[in-house]
């Protein structure tokens, strides 16, 4: 299984991105997609999670500015983010809980995409 982010930029504070997030490989289904960050020198914290029945979950400091979608005929997440701040300069990392097999235990297993860079200039 391979997870493929994609479109981290540099942009203004103020400004908008769209993350866009493909889980490709032997995948049976898909319990939960998300997107996680890491700034410089801090620990990877949760940003936004989606599960398949369409329930979703913000960090605090991203409520009302970061919205995330999936299309799970896709196997696809997206991170759309608005109004963005310095302080959300980060790599941006895709992860999926998923089960390959049927066999698989019901839970799922974590699967980590190779992150994409966002940097917000103020």
């Known amino acids: 299984v391979q997870l493929q982010a994609s479109g981290g930029s540099l942009v203004q504070a103020g400004g908008s991105l769209r993350l866009s997030c493909a889980a490709s490989g032997r995948i049976f289904s898909i319990n939960l997609m998300g997107w996680y960050r890491q700034a410089p020198g801090k620990q990877r914290e949760l940003v936004a999670t989606?599960?398949?029945?369409?329930?979703?979950n913000y960090a605090d400091s991203v409520k009302g500015r970061f919205t995330i979608s999936r299309d799970n005929a896709k196997n696809m997440v997206y991170l759309q983010m608005d109004s963005l701040k310095p302080e959300d300069t980060a790599v941006y990392y895709c992860?999926?809980?998923?089960?390959?097999?049927?066999?698989?235990?019901?839970?799922?297993?974590?699967?980590w995409g190779q992150g994409t860079l966002v940097t917000v200039s103020s």
């Open positions: 989606a599960t398949s029945g369409g329930s979703t």
């Open positions: 992860k999926a809980v998923l089960r390959r097999f049927w066999s698989d235990s019901v839970g799922g297993n974590d699967y």
